[in-house]
């Protein structure tokens, strides 16, 4: 079993800034790809960072420039820093890890989801 916690959401004005936070915890082998998704009310969840074992990333236009994915592989954890937030990014932010257990191939495994507002 693996479990990702994610922490940091909450309320910012427009121009603000979060670090958002996924620990995982388990019977973890080692953890691959991971990721930040999001989903709008309405909309489909979609991709927002993402950053491979050997660190490499990549970033959904809407993102480029102002989040910045990273990890602490010795913490199991992910990071999201979001500057310059705008209403548009309002949604609930997930994690998303490509996980080897100790028992079995790799798996993807997500969050609970924490919720970002940007509002003024």
């Known amino acids: 079993q693996v479990q990702l916690v994610e922490s940091g959401g909450g309320l910012v004005q427009p121009g603000g800034f979060l670090r958002l936070s996924c620990a995982a915890s388990?019977?973890?082998?080692?953890?691959?790809?991971m990721g930040w998704y999001r989903q709008a009310p309405g909309k489909q969840r979609e991709l927002v960072a993402l950053?491979?074992?050997?660190?490499?990333?990549n970033y959904a236009d809407s993102a480029k420039g102002r989040f910045t994915i990273s990890r602490d592989n010795a913490k199991n954890t992910v990071y999201l820093q979001m500057n310059s937030l705008k209403p548009e990014d309002t949604a609930v932010y997930y994690c998303?890890?490509?996980?080897?257990?100790?028992?079995?191939?790799?798996?993807?495994?997500w969050g609970q989801g924490t919720q970002v507002t940007v509002s003024s």
């Open positions: 998303n890890m490509e996980v080897a257990t100790t028992t079995a191939i790799p798996s993807n495994y």
């Open positions: 388990g019977s973890i082998r080692r953890i691959y790809a």
């Open positions: 950053i491979t074992s050997r660190g490499s990333t």
